[in-house]
């Protein structure tokens, strides 16, 4: 078991849709992207998403896990933009974007 289901933890999801005339687009039309984060510390415990090839989805993740969502995409814009150049970047984090947003309206509702 996940060391991050021990903690006050949940489980958001958000999806962007793929720019047309990419070769990813061909794959497939949208990007989702699942976030577990831990509600107390607002940091990203584990997080997935819908590529075909898994090697892209374990190289977002392992730039995400760890990272603060305290204020918003402060902290995962810029790591993201220099680290992932692969086609659909702006698609990545409009979809990690609506995740977190998703988080925090919910969290702001509380």
Not at 57 to 77: D, P, R, W, Y
């Amino acid at each position: 078991m996940e060391g991050w289901a021990q903690k006050n933890t949940v489980l958001t999801a958000g999806f962007a849709q793929i720019p047309k005339g990419t070769t990813l687009y061909e794959v497939s039309t949208i990007v989702g992207c699942v976030l577990i984060i831990d509600a107390d510390h607002d940091l990203i415990c584990d997080a997935s998403f819908t590529f075909v090839m898994e090697k892209t989805s374990e190289f977002l993740v392992a730039l995400l896990v760890g990272k603060s969502i305290a204020n918003g995409m402060k902290e995962i814009t810029p790591v993201v933009q220099e680290r992932f150049l692969g086609p659909g970047q702006g698609a990545v984090l409009q979809a990690i974007r609506a995740a977190v947003d998703r988080y925090h309206e919910k969290k702001n509702l509380s």
